[in-house]
């Protein structure tokens, strides 16, 4: 007997969401950095390359093949004290237009004594009417470093695309020895397009960038802005609060990238992970 009950469309949208979490520590052993606990469900993976000397990489796939409204994406990573961990992303993440809720991304990381945690994702690329939602949540030990990298672009400018409306939401805390040493909210919404074309906001830009270098100081600055003169995009870069920042904006996603790419190289103890040298 066929039922006369029929979802409706929103019940087949909900249903065909991707959901992904990760979650997983690393630890030092015989004196090098290995994985303990790992934990995957869903869309979301993380693949471990072979094993350096000392540290660890690990690189993330979202099978999902990108990220949609109303999908959402957990990602839990501790690195334990003196252990050493560099992640990135297989490609680009790219997130689609919606039909209506947005798409939740949660990021959790934490580093303990002597431990160094580099987070380096590949590009973050959005599409007109996308819809974004993403948290960031920092927390580090007094004696913990950290090298953070996120670049959005707002349309594949090479291939015609541009972002006329959507909206994006970047929430980030950071504390150090469980004290808030950082907070910012980005909010882009509604009219994308008008709001990047501004002064105040990008000046025409399609891509922006943050490096954030724990810790810092002015001495890590000025190593930054000696190479500024090389740099093909807009850069700000400041230190406060133990910790430094490096902020790009640009017309050109690549150009950007490239930037980024010194930056890292001079701050970063184990260089560049190799997907971004591809």
């Known amino acids: 007997m066929q039922s006369d ?3 409706s ?3 087949t949208f909900a249903a065909n969401r991707a959901v992904g979490a990760v979650k997983f520590d690393v630890h030092v052993k015989d004196g090098a950095t290995r994985r303990r606990e790992l934990r995957e469900a869903g869309s979301l993976r993380v693949r471990f390359p072979s094993p350096e000397q000392q540290g660890l990489s690990a690189v993330f796939v979202n099978t999902a093949g990108g990220i949609a409204g109303g999908d959402r994406f957990d990602i839990d990573i ?16 790219k997130v689609y237009r919606s039909h209506g809720p947005d798409a939740q991304v949660n990021i959790a990381l934490r580093a303990g004594a002597g431990g160094r945690l580099a987070w380096l994702p590949q590009e973050t690329i959005l599409f007109d009417q996308a819809r974004v939602s993403r948290k960031i949540d920092i927390d580090l030990a007094r004696e913990a470093s950290l090298l953070l990298c996120e670049i959005v672009v707002f349309g594949r400018a090479a291939m015609g695309e541009v972002v006329t409306r959507g909206s994006f939401v970047d929430r980030w805390r950071l504390r150090i020895g469980g004290k808030l040493a950082f907070a910012e909210t980005i909010r882009l919404d509604g009219d994308i397009a008008a709001k990047l074309a501004t002064r105040a906001v990008a000046n025409g830009g399609v891509a922006i960038g943050t490096a954030l270098i724990v810790p810092g100081d002015e001495v890590m600055v000025e190593r930054i802005r000696e190479m500024s003169g090389a740099f093909g995009a807009e850069v700000g870069v400041s230190a406060w609060n133990g910790f430094a920042m490096a902020r790009f904006c640009a017309q050109d996603a690549a150009r950007l990238r490239a930037d980024m790419m010194k930056v890292l190289g001079c701050v970063s103890p184990s260089g560049l992970p190799r997907l971004w040298l591809n």
């Open 78 to 93: 501790a690195a334990e004290a003196g252990a050493h961990l560099t992640v990135t992303t297989a490609a680009a993440e």
């Open 9 to 11: 469309a929103a019940e």
């Open 5 to 7: 009950i029929t979802p």
